[in-house]
């Protein structure tokens, strides 16, 4: 059964910078993606940014380009999220996220808080 464990989350001031893991494990994931969402309070999920787990083709949402870092690291099966010049905007609950490409996301993390202070 795939599990997806996120960390990282935390309080950080506006400027600062987090890095968010998410450790994926209960499968081969070679012909996956995976993703990194974030809901604020009171809004819907969007999505933040991804990547193939083979090739490592990346994409983010307008919000954060230049801003943030999707990584990969294939023999610990971890996906990374380096933010920076981080915003209270930024503020949310951070989900990863996986499932096959081309297809839905089927599985995901319990989600990591991210705090941004102004």
């Known amino acids: 059964q795939v599990q997806l464990v996120e960390s990282g989350g935390g309080l950080v001031q506006a400027g600062g910078s987090l890095r968010l893991s998410c450790a994926a494990s209960?499968?081969?994931?070679?012909?996956?993606?995976m993703g990194w969402f974030r809901q604020a309070a009171g809004k819907d999920r969007e999505f933040v940014a991804h990547?193939?787990?083979?090739?490592?083709?990346?994409a983010y949402a307008d919000s954060v380009k230049g801003r943030f870092t999707i990584s990969r690291d294939n023999a610990k099966n971890t996906v990374y999220l380096q933010m920076t010049s981080l915003k209270p905007e930024d503020t949310a609950v951070y989900y990863c996220?996986?499932?096959?490409?081309?297809?839905?996301?089927?599985?995901w993390g319990q989600g990591t808080q991210v705090t941004v202070s102004s």
């Open positions: 990547i193939y787990w083979s090739g490592g083709s990346t």
């Open positions: 996220a996986t499932g096959v490409v081309g297809k839905r996301y089927d599985y």
């Open positions: 209960g499968r081969t994931f070679s012909n996956y993606v």
